[in-house]
């Protein structure tokens, strides 16, 4: 099993421009978590989907921020336009469910690390 | 958002010595979890803990959720240098994981 895929590794980019991280899951894992972690406020949750489906989006910290879940197998995050506060460690997790509630062993991706200059 | 408050923030030991490390939070968890993460990659689960007053081990690792349900510990016997990274417990809320603050531990040989 690959594991859960993240990419890119690395970004850089320039205030005001537009950022898409990418995430596929665990095949078979219906469950899929966009985790933020910084310094200063650790791993914060911004958004889960079940099935596809977006379940949870209060953790996203702005309108500048989305994502989405076309497919199972994959997912994005978009920040438009980016700031430089939004530099931080962005992870992908998936997790299977049962009777319609997550297991709680989540599986992380190795993160993107962006950097907004 | 909430965040659930690990003491001590960092260690520093020598190889063979045993760590403890603990989490607390204002409010009732039913699920506890132990997290560790190395540099560069995310984390992994070590121990999960769903019975106050369970004492959960895996390997050198031991793990006890507490009685009141807000804190939760993690041992480590005889450390190796391999135990270096971030230990992040978590509660678990519904399909959430509130994630802790996190211990770095630096183990020296």
């Known amino acids: 099993d690959a594991g859960v895929i993240q990419s890119p590794r690395h970004e850089v980019t320039e205030m005001g421009q537009e950022v898409t991280l990418r995430c596929k899951p665990i095949?078979?894992?219906?469950?899929l978590f966009w985790y933020r972690q910084t310094m200063m406020r650790g791993l914060e949750l911004l958004i889960y989907?079940?099935?596809?489906?977006?379940?949870?989006d209060s953790g996203m910290p702005e309108d500048r921020f989305s994502a989405k879940m076309p497919n199972a197998s994959f997912s994005t995050l978009k920040i438009q336009p980016s700031e430089p506060r939004d530099s931080a460690v962005y992870f992908c997790?998936?997790?299977?469910?049962?009777?319609?509630?997550?297991?709680?062993?989540?599986?992380f991706g190795s993160g993107t690390q962006l950097s907004v200059l | 958002g909430q965040q659930l408050n690990q003491s001590p923030q960092s260690m520093f030991i020598q190889e063979g010595e045993d760590v403890s490390m603990n989490c607390t939070s204002s409010?009732?968890?039913?699920?506890w979890l132990w997290y560790k993460q190395e540099p560069g990659e995310g984390p992994v689960l070590l121990i999960a803990?769903?019975?106050?007053?369970e004492l959960t081990s895996n390997g050198r690792l031991t793990a006890q959720f507490g009685i009141t349900r807000k804190d939760s510990f993690l041992n480590i016997s005889a450390s190796i240098p391999s135990d270096v990274g971030i230990y992040f417990c978590?509660?678990?809320?519904?399909?959430?994981?509130?994630f802790g603050t996190g211990t770095r531990l630096q183990v020296f040989p």
């Open positions: 409010s009732i968890f039913n699920t």
């Open positions: 978590a509660g678990r809320r519904g399909d959430k994981l509130i």
């Open positions: 095949s078979g894992h219906d469950y």
């Open positions: 989907f079940n099935n596809n489906v977006p379940i949870d």
């Open positions: 997790a998936s997790s299977s469910g049962t009777g319609g509630v997550t297991n709680e062993k989540l599986f």
């Open positions: 803990l769903y019975k106050a007053g």
